[in-house]
């Protein structure tokens, strides 16, 4: 954790690199920091992934709308300025990498930070022991 999973309307597959933009949310979660200069999120457990709705409705359906939702979920033990701050740094990133198709559809995008408890948590990885942080 943490974990940020991108849904979107299949037709942008043709217009723009979700892989692209995968490695530069990712790049822009690792790079956060708080106010002591630490990470906010550990780079080992860094995830992002972009799933394409194949089958969608959006709004009157008289266009061929599409629509970006990306979900942050993240445990408990951050500050509000620290989540607004990460919540602030993705939007940026996503609006900047969406930003050439916003002058030739219509496209929503909407980013959601959820935190909580697990219920159940468990993890087998040899990619956290790469990572310092």
């Known amino acids: 954790m943490p974990h940020l999973v991108i849904l979107y309307t299949a037709n942008l597959d043709r217009e723009t690199d979700m892989t692209s933009l995968c490695r530069d949310l990712a790049d822009t979660m690792v790079q956060q920091r708080d106010e002591s200069g630490e990470p906010v999120f550990p780079t080992g457990g860094t995830r992002v992934l972009a799933y394409p709705a194949p089958h969608y409705a959006v709004a009157d359906g008289k266009q061929d709308y599409a629509f970006v939702y990306l979900n942050l979920r993240m445990g408990y033990g951050r500050s509000d300025a620290i ?15 969406f930003d050439p198709i ?8 909407t980013l ?12 087998h990885s040899n990619i956290h022991p790469l990572f310092p942080h």
């Open 83 to 97: 989540k607004t701050r990460a919540g602030d740094a993705l939007l940026a990133r996503a609006k900047a990498h």
């Open 112 to 123: 959601q930070i959820d935190e909580g408890a697990e219920v159940y948590n468990a993890k």
């Open 102 to 109: 916003f002058s030739k559809r219509h496209l929503g995008i």
